[in-house]
């Protein structure tokens, strides 16, 4: 997947980074998110390790609402220590 700021898939990394920072600071595992969201863990792996290339707008929604966040901060571009 080319993750240049030029290639389409530049804001997949920063989707996948924010799903993972907003489970772990909301002390959920991949399964739990999973559950809630009504997805398998391994597509919540997929999506957090930049492994699943392409995923819907609502998709996005069904994670925020699981993480009780806007959807908006899962697209931001931010650097967070994880």
Do not use: P
Request: aromatic share 14%; with cysteine; net charge positive.
């Amino acid at each position: 997947m080319n993750s240049n700021k030029d290639g389409q898939y530049y804001v997949y990394k920063y989707i996948g980074k924010n799903i993972q920072y907003y489970r772990r600071k909301r002390g959920m595992t991949q399964q739990q998110l999973a559950d809630k969201a009504h997805y398998s863990k391994q597509f919540i792996s997929n999506i957090e390790n930049k492994t699943h290339q392409t995923f819907s707008v609502g998709t996005l929604w069904d994670l925020a609402n699981a993480l009780e966040i806007e959807m908006y901060k899962l697209c931001i571009e931010a650097e967070y220590v994880i």
